[in-house]
């Protein structure tokens, strides 16, 4: 590689590295708490829930549905939801099946009881407010890009580093850490080893986080393309003034797709369905395939079939995106390796903006030693 190569890589690297530094600690700092979302919930929550009748036959969800639409006198059903680990159902409903997100109400019910679910919601605010400054920096989809831009600087960062490595370390072994020299040497060594040796771990995190700062755009592409295909050619089918039973369109659903497990129902009306149907969505069961869902469209007034909508590649994409980037798809061992290189990764950051100033201060001492003349007098 030519000098003047190996300076142009120079340059990308220090000033890429330079300019995504503060957002990538941040994002590091906040994404440690953030890997660990599913134990500390279950640390600041303690009094755990049981069902009032375990040994029961579970409620149908038309029951279920009637009970909720009970205690909420004059609203409609929006979303319904299922927990993994718990006989529970989560009913989200509204004045209306537009209404806006904070006109919702979100309520949990026992499936072998009907009674409401206490929230388990101790620390909820906080985490809340983690993920959103990690998300978005409360910015929105601007914040979301800006992030992602500071996200590709990172990639090039971490990629013209690895370009770097051989020609800077070439005349030394692999993971030779010179102790004996220079501070900034020392720490210099210890920077390049224990970045080559997490790069892919890097490359992963980097660009998963990408993607997931796209999250916005591509679900609105998804809807306003795939789903929307799916939508439109069912959206002329009239509204029934009559219920179809839950269960039944649930079951014919999974009759689609019988590989796939249930994960939530949209009802007529709201932003994921059409005036006139369910929409049923389910996800796979494997622990990577479960962020892979797939639509299923049932006619609310007569349980028929419409059809069924896998998801376009971008969207797969995105849903594969999110365990990767957070390590949650592996239990509590894969997100304690995830949470060491996560902090290999402040301590590259970290080193990085020192050997940055090191470097300035090092130029400094010559060019003052060079103006008193104490280097001719050496």
Known sequence: MGKQTIKSWSWVHKWTSLLCTLFLLMLCLTGLPLIFHDEIDGALNTDSWTPANPAAEHLT????????????????????????????VNVTSGPSADAPGSAMHFASFDLTSGNLVPPADNGESVMEFILQLHTDMFLGLPGMLFLGFMGILFVLSVVSGVVLYAPFMRKLEFGTVRRQQSKRLKWLDYHNLLGIVAVAWLLVVGLTGVINTLEEPIIETWKSQELAGLVASNEGVAA?????????????????????ELQFVAFPGSGFSTKAHYAVFLHGRTPVSEHVIAPVLIHAGTGEVAGLREMPWYAKALSLSRPLHFGDYGGLLLKLVWAVLDLLTIFLLVTGVYLWLARGNRRMRVERQLDTGEVLKA
């Open 61 to 88: 969800l038309d029951e279920i549905l009637d009970t909720a639409l009970e205690n909420r006198p004059g609203e409609v059903p929006i979303f319904m939801s299922f927990d993994i680990d718990r006989p529970v």
């Open 240 to 260: 029934s003034a009559s219920r179809a039973s839950l269960d039944a369109a649930v079951n014919a659903a999974i009759e689609e797709a019988p590989d796939m």
